[in-house]
Each structure stands twice: as C-alpha cells, then as structure tokens.
C-alpha cells in the first residue's frame, strides 16, 4: 500500500516534467514554421493551419472511425507479436542450442525489410485486415523475440542457485526472481516494437487498405491535399506519443526502478 | 580641504559595497521613473522630447536605468563573493554611480542635449562596470560564473545598437526588446545561483530529507530557449515562428519548476517569491507565444508580465535579500516584505488585465492602478532600506561580507529565529 502511494505521489513528478518534452516539441514547430515561411504552403503548410484541419477532421468525427481501423490493427498485430515473440524467445532463451539456432534465423527476419513482407501479404490475404495485421506483426515479431531471449539468457546464475539453495518456492522465483529481470528487457523491445507497429500499420494501409489512417493519406496524397497529408501525419504522431509518455513509459520507470538502486 | 571632503563622502558607509548606492538607486528611480510615465500618460504632462518617442524612454528607461542600476548592484556584490576577490568600494564605486546618474540624466534630456552625451555615458557605466567585474570572474577558477560577463556584454552591445538606431532614426524599440531577453536569461542564471543556497536552507530548517539542486541541462534548455527567441525576434519581428519558440519558453521555464517542488519548505516566504518568478516569466513567455501565434492581443501584455511581474519581482526579493545578509544582518521577516511583493505581483496583474482586456474597466485607469502599485512597493522597500543601506554595518564587516545565515547549520539558524521572534 506505501509503494503504491509512493507511486502516485511520484505521478505529478513525471507529469511536470513532461514539460521538457513540450519545450523540445514546441521548438520542432518553430523549425517547422520556418521551413513553411521559406518554402510556401504548397510545400509545407504551416503548424497553425495543419492542427487547425486535425481539428476539424476529429470535429467533424470523420477522424475517428479511420484512427480506430488502424489502432485495431496495429493492436492486434502487436499483441500477436508479443505473445509469440516473449513465449518463443523465452523458450529459446532456456537452452543453449536453441539460442544459437534462433540468431541466425532472426537476424535473417530483420534484414527483409516490412515493404517486402507487405508485398507478400498482399499476394496472401489480398486487401482484408490479414495484410496489415501480417505485415505488423512479422515487422515486431524479431524485435520482441531477440529482447525475451537476451532477458532470459542474461539471468544470473548465482542468483538462480542461490534461489534453489534457499529454496524459494516456484512461484516467488518466477515473480521475484526471473520476471523482473526478463521484463526489464522485454519492455524497451515492447516499446520499441509499438512504435514500429504503429510506423508499419500506416504503411501497410497505404498500399492495401479501403479504410484507415493510411487509405486517408493516400487519398489526401492523390488530392494534393497537403494540409490534410500533414494532418493525417500528426494524428499518428501525436497517438503515439500520447501512448508511450502517458502510458508506457511510467510502466517502464516502475518496471526499472530496480536498475537505479544498482547503480 | 575639497580632496579631504572628498575622501570623506567616498569613506560614507553608502559606498562600502556595490549593492548599497545602487539598491538604493533601483528603488528609488523605479519611483521616478514610472511616476513621471504616469503623469506624461495620464495627466497629459509632457516628457521632454524624446530620440525614438516617449515610449523608447519609458522602455529604456525601466530597462537600462531601473533593472540595470540592480544588475549593477548584484553583480557588484556576487562577483566579490563567488570569487572571492576584493570588493568594489569608496571612490571606485563613487565614480560607477556618478556615471550612472549623469546617464540617467543626460537620456532624459536627449531631446534636448542630442544622442551623443547620452550614448556616451550611458555606455561609458556599461563598460566600467564591466572593467571592474571581469578580471576577478575571469581569473576564478573553473570560470563558472562567466555567463555573467557576457550577459552583461550583450546587454552593452544592444545598447550600442539602441544609440546607433536613434542616430539614424531607425526603430529602436527591437533593440530593446532583445535587452528583455538577457535580463530573462541573466535573471535564470541569478536566480539559481541564488535559490540554491535558500531552498537548501528552508529544507534544513524544517529537517527534510530531500535536496534542492539547480539541475543545469533544465537552466541550459531553459536560457537556450531564451537566447532563441529573442534572436528570432530581433530578426524576423512579429513573426509565427518566434510564436512557437515563446511557448518552448514557457515549457522549458515549468520545465524548470521541477528542482524547486521540494515540498512545504516551497512555501516560505523567501523561496515562494522567488518561484513564482519563474511563473510569471512562463505565463509571460506563454502570452507573448499565443499574441504571435494570432490570439488576437497584442505581445505587450506578456511583455509586462515579464517586465513588471517577473523582473520586478526578482529584482525586489534579491534587494531584500542580498541588501540585508551583505549588510550583516538577519532576513526581514516583518511583514511589510509581503506587502511589497504582493504590490509587485499585483502591478502585474493589473497590468495584463489593461492589455488583454478582460474586465469591463477602461485601461487607463488599470495602467494607472499598476503603476501606483508598483510605485507602492518601491516606495516600501526604499523607506524600510534606506538606514540599513546608507548607515554603518551593525557587525564588525567593512564591506559586503556575505550571508552566514545560510551557511550556518540548521540548528543555529532555528535558534536565530527564535531568537528574533
């Protein structure tokens, strides 16, 4: 109950602190207004007029029904590929050999790059959701797997006799001992995996889909539409740092606590 | 006789450390200054003519004469403490002062005398004074504090330009408004020298356990900021871009709230004045962002709530502090000190309401509210200062030995209080 309070009492902490961040963004748009004043509107559109359409986009509520598609999407996806991605890298992780077998092979899933797996999605589901829940997930897929088997491969040994030595019930091991440690590792990969997800999807939607963030983009694009192109793109930007700063990261400070005290 | 006469007013105790003629200065001429606005503005009484117009005056008067005599003061009175070198006293200092007073008269007067005399001498006290403060700032080691000297080199150099500007009759007001921005920026830079000995004090007396410390990747996003802005407003003026670069002001400025949220001890008289300097500046920074960005009120109302909230401000809470402890005295904890910052805080206020127009009352009588208060709380400070800054040291000190009371352990410090109250 104390650790809980101490949590929310460190949750206006962070939150002020996000100010930082609002100042860093704050002087992107500057950059922005820039470009847009030496370029022209045709070529960049500035800050003001580009939230202005966001807004009336969701105003309108013509915004919704298309992020709701995509974050479907990405979701599922990404859950698919961390429920395979922590299982099979964790398994791999146990054994020696198993380890040794998965590098390669994992390393041959990062080097294909997510346009071709789309290609290949195309050719298999056609332009059902299939192509760009397949497309995220094979893209997070490696990402997730490589973190599940370097958490579970990096487990001190010492600590683990010392477990069996004390005797620690299964399940204290498991939750104190082993979890910890492989999550430590596996939630920057889940981050990590989130943004690329997020990244894949609207690609993905670009080139297949009917519906979603990305079929938006595509038809701003064909009506040169740059506000809207722009608009479209600070959606996305925006969910996703809404996402990670509101949600992930404060798990991930909470989940890594233990790293500050070592060091 | 008249040398004798003469190293007597130089040996007076008014002279014997920097703060002493110059605090006295910046409280009194704050009076001055915005009472002659006020009566030019109201009444109608004229100014004499003025090289850039009656509002350059106001604006470079508030600026390079009221905040600059306490620039003056403080870093008179910093430099020889953070360096440990000897300080700038008797006729030294009589002859820094003399420059400022005939730069003050001399600008007034330039309608009349013509720009030369008041360019001369108002950059002839820039450059003394930078004579006298940047051989100790440079010869200290590690040079920590020589952000300082180019604050202050800046400061001269916009001035230069202000000068250079009014002779050629161009607009001068640009000029002055990047002067804004390095007092921001040398007021960030003051402050956190300043608050770390405070805030640490406050959080020893109550016996916290947590430490106050000025983290400088926050002051340096935050003066960084700063100098940003104020570049792109000098150079591309009323433009959406500095729009944005106002509100990452704003942003790093709360950014930098975040070392001071240390608890009750925020909330002591001293520590929550000078806090709520990095408020006003962010809601200033934050107003002037939103005007740029077309909210449909002119920048002036965040303008003043940097000028009269935020420097007024700071400026008040280091005369009452710096002019007490290097005076060899205890913090002031009568209440008229509450007075005087909640009179400040006011004119602020008061101020921004008359430029956004937020109330139904005609803004003259708001200006006229804000100056009166402002010139209340200056009034304040100067009748409750003026025997500890003209008078004798009441300790065995000759100049501007610094502030024990922060340095003493808590216990002692307690005991102090007590003792006083």
């Given at each position: ?20 961040a609002i ?12 470009v847009?004043?030496?370029?022209g509107d045709?070529?960049?559109?500035d ?5 202005a ?5 969701l105003?309108?509520g013509a915004?919704w ?22 299982l099979?890298g964790?398994?791999?992780?146990m054994?020696?050999?198993?380890a040794m ?7 041959v899933l990062?080097?294909i ?10 050719l298999?589901?056609?332009a059902?959701?299939?192509?760009p829940?397949?497309?995220v ?6 990402v997730?797997?490589?973190?599940a088997l370097a958490?579970t491969r ?9 477990a ?7 399940r ?5 001992l082993y979890?910890p440690?492989?999550v430590?590792?596996?939630?920057p ?12 999807v609207?690609m993905?939607?670009l080139l297949s889909s009917a519906d ?21 793109i ?12 509101l949600l992930?990261e404060?798990?991930?400070r909470e989940?890594?606590r233990?790293?500050?005290v070592?060091t | 006789?008249?040398?004798a006469g003469?190293r ?11 703060f002493?003629p110059f605090y006295l200065?910046t409280a009194?001429?704050?009076v001055?200054?915005?009472?002659l606005?006020?009566?030019?503005f ?8 003025q090289?850039?117009?009656?509002l ?5 008067e508030?600026?390079?004469?009221f905040?600059m ?6 870093l008179?009175t910093?430099?020889p ?5 000897a ?10 002062f003399?420059?400022w ?15 030369w005399p008041a360019?001369l ?5 820039m450059?003394?004074?930078?004579w ?5 700032v440079w010869?200290?080691?590690g ?10 080199i ?23 408004l ?6 921001m920026?040398?007021i960030v830079?003051a ?7 405070m805030?640490n ?6 016996g ?10 926050r002051?340096?996003l935050a003066?960084?900021?700063?100098g940003l802005f104020?570049a792109i ?5 009323g ?9 990452a002001?704003?942003a790093?400025?709360l950014n930098?709230?975040n070392?001071w949220?240390v608890?009750r ?8 004045m000078?806090?709520s300097?990095?408020w ?6 934050a107003l002037?962002?939103?005007?740029l960005?077309?909210?449909?009120f ?5 303008r ?6 935020a420097?007024?401000?700071a400026?008040?809470?280091v005369?009452?502090v710096?002019?007490r402890?290097h005076s060899?005295?205890?913090?002031d904890?009568?209440p008229?000190?509450?007075?005087a910052?909640?009179?400040?805080v006011?004119?602020?206020?008061l101020?921004?309401?008359?430029g956004?127009?937020l109330?139904?009352?005609?803004a ?6 804000a100056?009166?208060a402002?010139?209340g709380?200056?009034t304040l400070?100067?009748a409750y200062s003026w025997r500890?800054l003209t008078?004798?040291r009441?300790?065995?000190?000759s100049a501007?030995?610094g ?6 352990p808590?216990?002692?410090t ?6 006083e109250?």
């Amino acid at each position: 109950m104390s650790l809980f309070r101490a949590w929310l009492s460190g949750i206006p902490a962070y939150l002020w602190s996000g100010w930082g961040a609002i100042a860093s963004l704050f002087l992107l748009l500057a950059v922005w207004e820039g470009v847009s004043l030496a370029y022209g509107d045709l070529i960049l559109p500035d800050p003001g007029s580009t939230f202005a359409t966001l807004y009336r986009l969701l105003d309108s509520g013509a915004a919704w029904p298309e992020l709701l598609v995509t974050a479907g999407r990405a979701m599922t996806g990404l859950a698919l590929a961390m429920l395979a991605g922590s299982l099979l890298g964790f398994a791999a992780g146990m054994s020696m050999t198993a380890a040794m077998m998965a590098r390669p092979l994992v390393t041959v899933l990062l080097g294909i790059p997510p346009i071709a797996w789309l290609v290949l999605a195309m050719l298999w589901f056609g332009a059902s959701d299939g192509t760009p829940i397949f497309t995220v997930f094979i893209a997070c897929f490696p990402v997730i797997f490589i973190g599940a088997l370097a958490g579970t491969r990096t487990l001190d040994h010492h600590l683990k006799d010392m477990a069996t030595v004390l005797r620690l019930p299964p399940r204290m091991k498991f939750f104190d001992l082993y979890l910890p440690h492989v999550v430590s590792y596996l939630f920057p990969a889940w981050i990590n995996a989130l943004g690329t997800s997020w990244k894949v999807v609207v690609m993905a939607e670009l080139l297949s889909s009917a519906d979603g963030i990305g079929a938006a983009l595509a038809v701003s694009r064909s009506h040169l539409d740059m506000e809207a192109t722009l608009a479209w793109i600070a959606a996305v930007v925006l969910t996703l740092l809404a996402v990670e700063y509101l949600l992930l990261e404060p798990i991930k400070r909470e989940v890594e606590r233990w790293r500050e005290v070592q060091t | 006789m008249l040398t004798a006469g003469l190293r007597g007013l130089f040996a007076a105790p008014l002279l014997c450390c920097g703060f002493r003629p110059f605090y006295l200065a910046t409280a009194l001429y704050a009076v001055l200054a915005m009472a002659l606005w006020g009566v030019f503005f109201v009444r109608g009484w004229p100014l004499p003519p003025q090289m850039g117009g009656a509002l350059a005056w106001h604006a470079h008067e508030l600026i390079y004469g009221f905040a600059m005599a306490s620039v003056a003061g403080f870093l008179l009175t910093a430099v020889p403490e953070f360096t440990a070198s000897a300080p700038v006293q008797n006729r030294r200092l009589a002859v820094l002062f003399g420059l400022w007073l005939t730069a003050r008269l001399t600008f007034t007067l330039a309608g009349v005398t013509g720009v030369w005399p008041a360019a001369l001498l108002n950059l002839a006290f820039m450059v003394y004074l930078g004579w006298l403060i940047a051989p100790p700032v440079w010869r200290d080691r590690g040079r920590a504090h020589l952000s300082f000297v180019y604050a202050l080199i800046a400061l001269a150099a916009l001035q230069a330009g202000y000068f250079v500007a009014a002779w050629r009759n161009e607009p001068v007001m640009p000029w002055l408004l990047a002067a804004v921005g390095v007092l921001m920026i040398l007021i960030v830079l003051a402050l956190s020298r300043i608050s770390m000995r405070m805030v640490n004090a406050a959080l020893d007396v109550r016996g916290a356990q947590a430490a106050y410390l000025a983290r400088p990747p926050r002051r340096n996003l935050a003066t960084f900021a700063i100098g940003l802005f104020t570049a792109i407003e000098f150079a591309l003026p009323g433009n959406a871009v500095g729009g944005w670069l106002a509100l990452a002001v704003a942003a790093a400025l709360l950014n930098l709230l975040n070392d001071w949220h240390v608890g009750r001890a925020l909330f002591s008289r001293w520590i929550f004045m000078l806090y709520s300097v990095y408020w006003l500046m962010a809601l200033g920074y934050a107003l002037i962002g939103l005007s740029l960005l077309g909210a449909g009120f002119a920048p002036s109302a965040g303008r003043h709530l940097l000028l009269v909230g935020a420097l007024g401000l700071a400026v008040l809470a280091v005369m009452l502090v710096a002019g007490r402890t290097h005076s060899g005295r205890e913090l002031d904890q009568r209440p008229w000190v509450l007075a005087a910052a909640g009179l400040v805080v006011a004119a602020a206020l008061l101020r921004l309401l008359a430029g956004m127009s937020l109330v139904d009352v005609p803004a003259p009588r708001l200006w006229m509210l804000a100056a009166l208060a402002w010139i209340g709380a200056f009034t304040l400070y100067a009748a409750y200062s003026w025997r500890l800054l003209t008078g004798p040291r009441p300790d065995a000190g000759s100049a501007c030995e610094g502030p024990e009371v922060f340095t003493q352990p808590a216990s002692q410090t307690l005991n102090a209080r007590r003792m006083e109250s």
